[in-house]
């Protein structure tokens, strides 16, 4: 008779394995197993949860509400703010502007930024050096960046202005007029971002197996052809990530188009709100008109804008992604 045997209930059979009853520490075990994965990620659904997604339902509800700063009994509008927004003008030449930093922003951005990860990937002298110099845009101050930008592009006593007389050519109002002043802002966007998207693309590059483009080479293909027909296909990942990256950051531009104006009282978008972004607006309408109710309206539109169109580039990635990057032709 085994011990099992001596041990197992009554009603069993004789000699029938019972299993041994589990301990304390072994139950616990148990329990540390399943429980640990969501203690270890909990944190950051407690952060989210406080600091992203409260903030977020409670915008939602302001929103339906006539919420002037100090108000002890705000009235409820239901979609009134909403209806009002989608006739305000105002709302309408924002989110023009927006969109047209944006552009000129990011595809230039795009395209220099694919140059110059192809230069740094080159054997050049003191490459590091070059990698780091192209970061330090990134790594400066954003305050600074808009005022040295403000003062180059100034009307009068500006820097461009200044070499442009040089050659005989007309200043340029960079403030007053409206595409010059998006053009102006977008290079400082281009300048602040363009480094840190190259080495991005750079890294990506690196990782292109060398036997692809020795393949190629073997098959007479030149520098240019080998670039468009291996690389930039294999790219594509990378370059869908950095277009959905800059299009949530430029869509949500704030800094640079609030401190291009140097004149003060004069930094919500000019004069005649020639180069005022959405987020300028918003922040126009919480903090100087004090109509808080309104301008998370604005700030749940916004948010709606760049759901959609994260969803379009989601969807647009995945159709990409699914099809072949390299075609090889069989002999």
Do not use: C
């Not at 607006?281 to 008109?289: E, R």
Request: charged share 10%.
């Amino acid at each position: 008779m085994t011990v099992l045997d001596k041990v197992a209930p009554e009603g069993s059979k004789a000699g029938e394995r019972v299993s041994p009853r589990p301990t304390f520490r072994h139950r616990l075990s148990r329990w540390d197993v399943k429980v640990s994965p969501y203690l270890y990620i909990a944190p950051f659904f407690v952060l989210f949860g406080i600091v992203g997604l409260f903030p977020l339902l409670y915008t939602a509800y302001v929103s339906m509400f006539k919420w002037e700063a100090g108000a002890d009994h705000p009235d409820f509008l239901g979609i009134g703010n909403y209806t009002e927004l989608f006739a305000d003008t105002q709302f309408w030449n924002a989110l023009v502007n927006t969109i047209s930093i944006f552009l000129l922003s990011s595809i230039p951005q795009l395209v220099i930024a694919i140059l110059l990860a192809a230069l740094l990937g080159a054997r050049l002298r003191g490459a590091t050096g070059w990698r780091v110099g192209i970061l330090l845009p990134y790594a400066a101050s954003l305050v600074a960046i808009g005022i040295i930008f403000a003062n180059l592009f100034g009307p009068k006593y500006g820097l461009i202005n200044g070499v442009l007389q040089t050659f005989g050519l007309d200043p340029i109002q960079w403030q007053a007029n409206r595409f010059a002043s998006h053009v102006a802002i977008a290079i400082m966007v281009n300048w602040r971002w363009t480094g840190y998207n190259a080495l991005i693309v750079l890294a990506a590059m690196q990782a292109i197996p060398k036997e692809l483009h020795e393949a190629a080479l073997i098959d007479g293909a030149g520098t240019w052809r080998r670039f468009w027909n291996v690389t930039l296909p294999l790219l594509r990942p990378t370059l869908i990530f950095i277009t959905i990256t800059s299009t949530i950051g430029g869509l949500q531009i704030f800094t640079e188009p609030k401190l291009f104006d140097a004149m003060p009282g004069s930094n919500n978008g000019g004069s005649t709100n020639q180069f005022q972004t959405v987020t300028l607006y918003l922040y126009q309408t919480a903090f100087q008109n004090a109509d808080l109710g309104y301008a998370s309206a604005i700030a749940w539109v916004l948010f709606l804008i760049i759901v959609l169109i994260a969803l379009a580039n989601y969807f647009l990635t995945s159709r990409i992604a699914s099809t072949p990057a390299v075609k090889v032709k069989k002999k």
